[in-house]
């Protein structure tokens, strides 16, 4: 079985994300911030966040990085859908995110939070391309748990 | 231009059909797409007579080597110092004993690195490598400096990607103990100047070890006109098998050479109280080896030899010019390594798109190209740029293939205009 990537993996939100990503800036008053690598295609991110309490909300959220179409989209509509949530909510999030795009959550089937986010339901389609998409969400978690720097192998 | 140049060479694709029989991986689908293969300097298919030779080997005398007085062993044994001969005859090194198997480049590297670097240098020893070299051939010295206290210097090359040989001439003083180059760069496709490089190292009684990895199977390689002091290439880019590699070195420094690995086939004695290791080129190959690549890659090299290099520069030559044209008509394309001096290897950048991007869209027109960095970092250092795409070609492709390339890359562009 073959997948077409153009239908399943660069779809028009995708594009326009890549193209004019959101968030795409530092903050200087971070609560948390971590550094995202992947050693083998070289992709390279940093994620900062600014939280109200210990428990969120998430203030600000915001990145800067360096990566292919996939990554930049998934940084930017990562921090769309943050913004303003609590902690326990953005675990919510990550863990439903990692199942959709193993393919394990199917959005048309399950219940699930992730609003925009589904448009990464064709990825498990392209196993090279899953970590693409996963890596600032590591990262994001990494700097919640204030690891500074989160590299995926 | 490039389109009358392969013209000329009608017959040529005649030939070139015929030898695409021989590799049974040319003729598979990808996506539903005639494969079009052009990650050559990755690695390279592998004919028939090298898949038998090997089947052979396994069907027919699986034994060990140099430990059965039966048959098989026997057999086996003949077979794998065949190998060493032929890879002697096709490197024109002296003598059988200075080729040494191992897994491939990087274990080469590393093992001249501990061997002769652990050795023979000492603190303050200065080791010279370039700023195009592959992770293999960067990492290990860095290792032996960290061990030793020696210290490694860079030559840099040029927005071309040549490399600024007069830098080479002012790194080069009698503190240079030893100059580990690259051949031909894979992520640029660079022809160093590499006999120019041997002599001048070698009036600074420094040894010289040619990374040889892009360049054999591309062209004769002659380590006795070279004058280098080691040379080192792994089977699978030489349309081999993986797992199978090579050092040269010239005997008189590898007589004097510690062991590697310790085990059997590598000794003369054993006992509590002292062992004695084996002669050359034993010494070096502890345990079992690679039997089956061994004889694969001896028959890679038979293969090869009957093709021709002159056929294989010649169709290569030809791809390069035509390839170079042929990609300038995508929409903001940009060449990483336009050397004078270059092999098929064709790296490039779209700006706004990113390899990897570039990787999946042309993989679904069934095209296989390398992105990302090549295992060169300090080479996408140079240029600023986080990764290329990379079609390195061998003779075994076509112009269509070419055009296929040409084709998805104006896809990608309609995907990211």
Sequence with gaps: M???????????????????????????????????????????????????????????????????????????????????????????????????????????????????????????HFPARVKCASLCWHTMKGALQNVKTVSTE | MALAQYDINDSMTTDIKEIREDFPNLHVQVHGKPLVYLDNAATTFKPRPVIEAMAGYYQKYTSNVHRGIHELSEKATVAYETSRDKVRELINARESREIIFTRGTTESINLVAYSYGRHFLNKGDEILISEMEHHSNIVPWQILCEEKGCVLKIVPFNDLGELCYDEFERLLTSKTKLVSIVYVSNSLGTINPVHKIIQAAHQHHALVLVDAAQAVGHGPVDVQALDCDFLVFSGHKLFGPTGIGILYGKAEWLERMPPFHGGGDMISSVTFAKTTYAVLPYKFEAGTPNVAGAIGLGAAIDYVRSIGFDTITTQEKSLLAYGTKALQSVNGLRFIGTAKEKTAILSFILPGVHPHDIGTLVNEEGIAIRTGHHCTQPVMQHFGVPATSRASLAFYNTTEEIDRLVGALHKVREVFP
């Design chain 1, 2 to 124: 073959t997948y077409d990537s153009r239908s399943e993996l660069y779809q028009e939100v995708i594009i326009e994300h890549n193209k004019n990503p959101k968030n795409f800036r530092k903050i200087s008053d971070t609560t948390h911030q971590a550094e995202g690598y992947n050693p083998l295609c070289g992709d390279h991110l940093q994620v900062y966040l600014r939280l109200e309490g210990p428990d969120g909300p998430i203030e600000d959220i915001a990145f800067e990085g360096d990566g292919c179409a996939i990554s930049k989209a998934s940084a930017s509509l990562m921090t769309t859908s943050l913004k303003g949530k609590r902690l326990q909510e953005v675990d919510i999030l990550f863990d439903q995110f990692h199942r959709l795009i193993k393919g394990d959550l199917d959005p048309e089937k399950s219940p699930h939070i992730l609003g925009k986010l589904s448009v990464f339901s064709g990825i498990w």
